[in-house]
């Protein structure tokens, strides 16, 4: 089922006044996939996605389309198109100039042009506004038009930074399916930035989850989520709690003064370790049942779970939970082997 | 709505008090004889000055176009680099405008003389020296070097407005120099180059010291045609302001013309 490499990084590093913003990034990116770069504001999306569209050159490394070396190729000649982060459209244009310009550079037939056009137009849900000028549109509206104008010139690949940044959770949402759907229908490779992790999880093929200028983990939605490689992705994926642990031996981790049976193993005797467990998968017991034994500090409703803050002997834990306790109750803790996630301390 | 109203009197009288009374008073002088009768004499007189006024209108609109010419690459150049360069740049630009006009166009007549700098150094340069003073050129060259600053300011302002990113969206849609040039910077300066054009053909159309100081006698402009009725020998209030008013509808005319320029690139916005 695996398609071909269509876009491939090679130890890309990139520099702004003698600082390192991108480290060796490595990465295959697969054609017809949804690929998602996530992770936290100025670590680098950007940077890469303008790399791709050749914006930006890198200060090493290697860039390759088809196996072919494109580091130095000018954006005009890429076969890429890019969906800006701030839209940047013409504003000089109308909907249906905006939308045509790519196809006028490339000399297609009046006909053609407006054919393609319409089609985009039907597409991005904006039939009828073609002599719309650019600052008569809602933000929605031209993020649409962005899309339309990048997609008419079917690229091989389409790059998109925060398209839905500036739009509002419900129009997100609307997006983030007929994106999807645009992706799939068209079989294009699409390159995604964002910084929002569950836009990530939902969309994506493949997650690619960066930090400051390197890549943290490469995987599926699924995965990243279930078993992220350090503490960094766990905690950027969905919140976490974060231990210090220390592992007496496989199987056997210590912390908050407890001894914990889990199921990773091979790290080095008493090695210090980072122990995460989601919110959810804390259990919250009877007074005297379980390991540990906390007092709920906060309780708040989220729609379908609550998130309390349980204090336990100094360490504060957040847990989801459908099952609500009372501010100030005393409560015992436990949690399955299955949950208890080891990672190695990060180095920095 | 009412306290903005209320804020805009004092710059409502201003204007009456020293634009509307004034245009009045020269609408009177322009259509009545010296004792207070209405005619249409004087502003018919002004047909006899036609060559004249077609010759300001050439000279000034040749300054401007070699204006902006000058001007355009010179603006992209520096609203492009930005930061403290970009601003001793414009420094530069902007410091003849801090000398008087008068010197400014002294030292041009010292500079083009028989005798003067250019003629210096083409003679040092073992070239024949070339006659430009009391010549159209010079005119023109007073006016270009005057009025260039006129055309600079208003093009960095809206070159300055052109996102970086509106220049790599439309590489990334295939195009490169040239197209980029035509297709998205000329239209998106074009609003500049209308404010620039406007403020540079006005004043240069209606100057009278660079003619006469540059252009010896026999270049007079429209605007010596008007000083020499109000402060010369040939003493007539009433063909002056009939020449002003002649002028002022043909500036007039000019500027709606350029404006219907922006108003058409506006529509290509706007419908
Ligand atoms: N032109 C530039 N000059 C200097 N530094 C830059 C430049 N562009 C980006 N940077 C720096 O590079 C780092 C990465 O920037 P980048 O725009 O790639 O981040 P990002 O991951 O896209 O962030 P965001 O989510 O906020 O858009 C940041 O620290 C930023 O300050
Ligand atoms: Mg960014």
Redesign the pocket.
Known sequence: MKNNVILRLFDIC?E??D?L??NKINLRIYDKSFVT?L????????????IIGGF?KPTSGKLFFNSLDITDLPPYKRKVNTVF?KYALFPHLNVFENIAFGLKIRKFSKKEIERNVAAMLELVNLKGFEKRGIERLSGGQQQRVAIARALVNRPKVLLL??PLGALDLKLRKEMQTELKNIQQQLEITFVY?T?DQEEALTMSDVVVV?NN?QIQQIGSPIDIYNEPQNAFVADFIGESNIINGIMYKDYMVGFLGHDFICVDKGFACNEEVDVVIRPEDVKLLEAGNGRLEGVVESIIFKGVHYEMKVDSAGYSWTVHSTLPKNVGSLVGIDIDPNDIHIMKKMEI | MKKLRMLSLPYISWVCMFTVVPLLIVIFFAITTPSGKFTILNISNVGRYFSVIVKSILLASIATFISLIIAYPFSYIISRIGGRTGKIAMMIVMLPMWMNFLLRTYAWMTILEKNGLLNKLLVYLNFSPVNIINTKIAVVIGMIYNYLPFMVLPLVSVMKKIEPSVIEAAQDLGSSGFSIFTKIIIPLTMPGVVSGVTMVFVPAVSTFIISRMLGGGGNLLIGDLIDMQFLGNSYNPHLGAAISLVLMVLILLCMSVMNQFECEDMEGKLV
């Open positions: 990139a702004f006044d600082e913003i991108l770069l992770g936290p504001s100025g670590c680098g999306k950007t940077t890469t996605l303008r930006e982060q930074d925060e930035v910084h960066m200028g």
